[in-house]
């Protein structure tokens, strides 16, 4: 294999920090490859990992270690907002004629505002599942506002797709479980920020943020 120098991969990464090579959006937790330094986010690597005895980076089929996602984070903020990716948007402009008669009548360009800007009056809510042992985790901000947004259109359950598999979030049950395996359910809640201040959470999408 290539061995990476440390200007190519500063090249590498500046472009691929904006955008995950698998879900094409704009990255949650970055995650770089060791071997390689191609960054992903968290779950959508993971996702890839889970099911492969040797897992290989997606880019150039370097190994990957397994331990990077046992790896605590010292600087992740577990109240991050999700990134906005940016949204394709049509705008009018002035109609420009051409020589040959043809008229331009609009332009692509990149919008970094959403379509469903969350209203002013709206707060933030936070959505946690409890862990295997104890304490709460945040889910991926991604996945956050998909299940935030279905529990406001008044929806009974959210289907998120984590890590490459299916969970169903329950709003009625106040629960998560995967599509195949309903018996095993974990509790969800759904907090306010001041909530969630007082709350034991251990870490976000996976990733272990010591607090202390």
């Known amino acids: 294999m290539t061995t ?9 990464n500046a472009v691929i920090d904006a955008e995950c090579p698998i879900c094409q959006c704009r990255m949650i937790v970055p995650t770089a490859v060791p071997v390689c330094g191609h960054k992903f986010c968290f779950t959508c690597l993971k996702g890839v990992c889970m099911n492969e005895e040797c897992p290989l980076c997606p880019m150039c089929r370097g190994k990957i270690d397994l331990g990077i996602f046992n790896l605590p984070s010292q600087v992740l903020d577990l109240k991050m907002d999700v990134p906005i990716s940016p949204v394709v948007v049509q705008k009018s402009r002035a109609a420009i004629n ?5 008229t331009t009548v609009s332009a692509i360009n990149f919008d970094d505002t959403p379509e469903d800007t969350p209203k002013k009056d709206q707060r933030k809510m936070y959505w946690l599942y ?7 985790w945040r889910f991926d901000p991604r996945h956050e506002r998909d ?5 406001r259109n008044g929806n009974l359950h959210c289907d998120v797709l ?7 979030i329950d709003f009625q049950r106040k629960c998560q479980y995967l599509q195949n395996q309903p018996s095993q359910a974990r509790e969800v809640t759904r907090v ?6 007082g709350m034991e959470v251990k870490g976000l999408a996976g990733v272990f943020v010591p607090t202390s």
């Open 147 to 151: 299940i935030e947004e279905s529990y």
């Open 162 to 168: 984590i890590c490459g598999r299916t969970y169903i």
């Open 130 to 136: 409890r862990g295997k042992s104890q304490g709460w």
């Open 4 to 12: 990476m120098t440390p200007n190519k991969m500063q090249s590498m």
């Open 98 to 102: 051409r020589a040959d008669g043809n």
């Open 192 to 197: 306010s920020a001041e909530e969630f201040d």
